[in-house]
């Protein structure tokens, strides 16, 4: 039942930056492990960044020292700093984790939702 809107995406040159976020709203009683996803045309969908519950992060290679995912828990959100953009960046950006909606019911992952574009051009 948690509902995950992201925004943020955009048209920017190559060298640009971008601030994406990530709002989860519903039911919710603990945010834990979040990340931020993209998919590229003609790709699957990989993960870019990852964040703990501590706040300990991983990024793929691709976007080491570029990107920074931080995330805010009392506001339910996740955020995706995204500086030197490339135009092997250009995606649909989404973000995922896992959710418990009470303190007796199970960890799960929200539904998908709608992502973000952001398309990197001169």
């Known amino acids: 039942q948690v509902q995950l809107v992201e925004s943020g995406g955009g048209l920017v040159q190559p060298g640009g930056s971008l601030r994406l976020s990530c709002a989860a709203s519903g039911r919710i009683f603990m945010m834990n492990s979040m990340g931020w996803y993209r998919q590229a045309p003609g790709k699957e969908r990989e993960l870019v960044a990852s964040?703990?519950?501590?706040?300990?992060?991983n990024y793929a290679d691709s976007v080491k020292g570029r990107f920074t995912i931080s995330r805010d828990n009392p506001k339910n959100t996740v955020y995706l700093q995204m500086n030197s953009l490339k135009p092997e960046d250009t995606a649909v950006y989404y973000c995922n984790g896992d959710f418990r909606s009470s303190v007796y019911s199970i960890i799960s992952r929200a539904y998908w939702g709608q992502g973000t574009q952001v398309t990197v051009s001169s």
């Open positions: 964040i703990s519950n501590g706040g300990n992060t």
